[in-house]
């Protein structure tokens, strides 16, 4: 019924995937890396939830996006922690300056 | 009608996610991120997710990104000798730009040389407009109980160990 054909919505997908591994590479902050990191898990679920269309009895690509949101809300939680963790230890949010090599 | 919708919004998405990657003002991020969440989840919706749509506006923007904000708030450098009545900047350096850009834009062009020369043979009629709420109910309690269960128990992991490892902060050794 809809008119939109599947590739656009994996091309939009694949420019945000592009996109946040992009900002994971290039921010250096931590919360930076954690923002590309949920855009690139949304692209993914936009793939999945674009493939479900030609499924509508089983549903399974929107069930492994749904999936992928819990998985994704439990790992922010877990990462904030971790970096909040190491903020009290170096007082840097850089990820290139928390080490304790010499230079 | 529908299709300048989802043109609409993927530009929005797309260009939110442009705005997040080129400022350095990671409160202004943050914000862009809010906007490209909600660009994803009208994208969920016209593909028939009205349920994951909602899912993605609760969770995403009513939780993950507040947490976020959160962290931002919680991970600033204090200046004592700020004037505040100056707008508060939290500058993000950026390096590494070559590398990024030479691996976002490669990476892309693979996907789409994989998504132009992939011939899909949809099998199956596209969705219908009624409402998945049903469908993903039934699934989700008979062929998907056991994921649903783990997720279950991978949620009470994941607060525990938050709580664990966010309680004393800065220890006194």
Do not use: C
Request: net charge positive.
């Amino acid at each position: 019924m809809t008119s939109i054909p599947i590739q656009h919505y994996l091309i939009v997908g694949a420019a945000l995937f592009s996109i946040g591994l992009a900002i994971a590479i290039t921010k250096r902050h931590f919360i930076g890396i954690l923002l590309g990191i949920e855009l690139m898990l949304n692209a993914v679920n936009i793939n999945l939830v674009a493939f479900s269309r030609h499924d509508p009895e089983r549903l399974g690509g929107q069930l492994f996006a749904l999936f992928v949101i819990v998985v994704a809300a439990a790992e922010v939680t877990v990462a904030l922690a971790i970096i909040l963790r190491v903020y009290g230890r170096f007082k840097t949010v850089d990820p290139d300056k928390v080490s304790e090599l010499k230079k | 009608m529908e299709a300048a919708a989802f043109y609409g919004f993927s530009t929005l998405a797309i260009a939110s996610a442009l705005f997040i990657l080129f400022t350095k003002n990671l409160i202004y991020a943050a914000f862009a991120l809010f906007l490209a969440f909600l660009g994803v989840g009208a994208l969920y919706v016209l593909a028939g997710a009205d349920f994951l749509g909602v899912t993605q506006i609760m969770i995403y923007v009513g939780g993950i990104l507040v947490l976020l904000i959160f962290g931002i708030m919680l991970t600033q450098k204090g200046d004592k000798s700020a004037d505040p009545s100056k707008p508060n900047r939290i500058e993000v350096l950026i390096k590494r730009e070559v590398w990024g850009f030479l691996i976002g834009t490669g990476f892309f062009i693979f996907l789409l040389k994989v998504i132009f020369t992939s011939d899909f043979r949809m099998a199956g009629d596209s969705i219908n407009s009624k409402s998945t709420i049903k469908t993903i109910g039934v699934e989700l309690m008979t062929s998907h109980l056991l994921p649903f269960e783990i997720a279950a128990v991978l949620l009470l992991v994941a607060l525990i160990g938050a709580a664990y490892l966010a309680m004393n902060r800065n220890p006194t050794p």
